[in-house]
């Protein structure tokens, strides 16, 4: 994860079956993950063109909160930039561990029903 957020990082380390690491930024937080692993970029404190360098690990996805736009752009845009980028879900902030926690779940589900689809087709 890479945030400066205290109650976030707190909130995520409560979680069960979620291994917080810290990083200098969303590159370096995505190169400690395994695939599998999500990796939270908190884009009040990085741009969303980082979101691009952390998406190039396999398997390692990338989940974008702000409470802000950037470069005097709206939340709104800042969070769809994250998502063209690559981030696989953009969510605005204040966001609790449970929020979190929802929507890891639902993209776990949602790539368990793809894994799934892909089998049958085989």
Not at 50 to 68: L, M, T
Not at 81 to 109: F, H, M, N, Y
Request: charged share 20%.
């Amino acid at each position: 994860m890479f945030s400066r957020d205290a109650a976030i990082w707190d909130a995520l380390t409560r979680l069960p079956a979620v291994n917080v690491v810290g990083a200098n930024s969303v590159a370096g937080a995505a190169s400690k993950a395994a695939p599998g692993d999500f990796v939270l970029a908190d884009l009040d404190v990085s741009s969303p063109d980082q979101i691009a360098r952390a998406c190039v690990y396999p398997g390692v996805e990338v989940i974008a909160v702000a409470s802000c736009g950037h470069d005097g752009l709206t939340l709104e845009y800042t969070l769809l930039q994250a998502e063209l980028r690559g981030a696989v879900a953009a969510l605005p902030k204040p966001i609790s561990a449970a929020d979190i926690s929802e929507t890891i779940t639902r993209l776990r589900q949602s790539h368990q029903r793809m894994e799934r689809s892909r089998r049958a087709a085989a």
